[in-house]
T-cell receptor
Framework: TQLLEQSPQFLSIQEGENLTVYCNSS?????LQWYRQEPGEGPVLLVT?????EVKKLKRLTFQFGDARKDSSLHITAAQPGDTGLYLC??????????FGKGTMLLVSP | DAGVIQSPRHEVTEMGQEVTLRCKPI?????LFWYRQTMMRGLELLIY????????DSGMPEDRFSAKMPNASFSTLKIQPSEPRDSAVYFC???????????FGEGSWLTVV
């Protein structure tokens, strides 16, 4: 069974601060995805990374896939209250199913 | 365009009762997933259909759980009999055959008392 460990589990910060959350595994994934889930809603895909060492930027969010394709990080610059939510990483070994981590719950206070 | 539609959004039922959750995937998507989310275990895949055929049901907890997909636009997840430990948010999701983006519904919040 492929497992994804996310850290930290919870993060509470003030608006304007920077933060990084991590997603680690002992397994190699062909692709890794990051989702954000807001209260009362389903997860929504933010980004997919497929190449070891790949870096993708989505406005203030920067995603990196580890060189060995076993880990990933999400960095948020100048966090805003609208960034509040549960951030989930999910690894794929092909295009069948995804394995999800338990997520990092982020709270950004004004 | 309509997303994945799930019903009911919320259900409270007594232990031992049958629960049926329903899902309408996005039109044109031929893969459908049922996930369960709890604080303790996170998001777990229960079952995955491709072209209405169950491909992987290894995540279905036990015989009390069953899922069907009679056609490309409808799926059900049934729990009979329900138990308090089944309380969770159940998500349905769909994807095109060639895509890697999974689109989730808003979830069905189940409480078994």
């Amino acid at each position: 069974t492929q497992l994804l460990e996310q850290s930290p589990q919870f993060l509470s910060i003030q608006e304007g601060e920077n933060l990084t959350v991590y997603c680690n595994s002992s397994s190699v994934f062909s692709s890794l995805q990051w989702y954000r889930q807001e209260p009362g809603e389903g997860p929504v895909l933010l980004v997919t990374v497929v190449t070891g060492g790949e870096v993708k930027k989505l406005k203030r969010l920067t995603f990196q896939f580890g060189d060995a394709r076993k880990d990933s990080s999400l960095h948020i610059t100048a966090a805003q209250p609208g960034d509040t939510g549960l951030y989930l990483c999910a690894g794929g070994a092909g295009y069948s199913t995804l394995t999800f981590g338990k997520g990092t719950m982020l709270l950004v206070s004004p | 365009d309509a997303g994945v539609i799930q019903s009911p959004r919320h259900e409270v039922t007594e232990m031992g009762q049958e629960v049926t959750l329903r899902c309408k995937p996005i039109s044109g998507h031929n893969s459908l997933f049922w996930y369960r989310q709890t604080m303790m275990r996170g998001l777990e895949l229960l079952i995955y259909f491709n072209n209405n055929v169950p491909i992987d049901d290894s995540g279905m907890p036990e015989d009390r759980f069953s899922a069907k997909m009679p056609n490309a636009s409808f799926s059900t997840l049934k729990i009979q009999p329900s138990e308090p430990r089944d309380s969770a948010v159940y998500f349905c999701a769909s994807r095109t055959g060639s895509g890697n983006t999974i689109y989730f519904g808003e979830g069905s919040w189940l409480t078994v008392v």
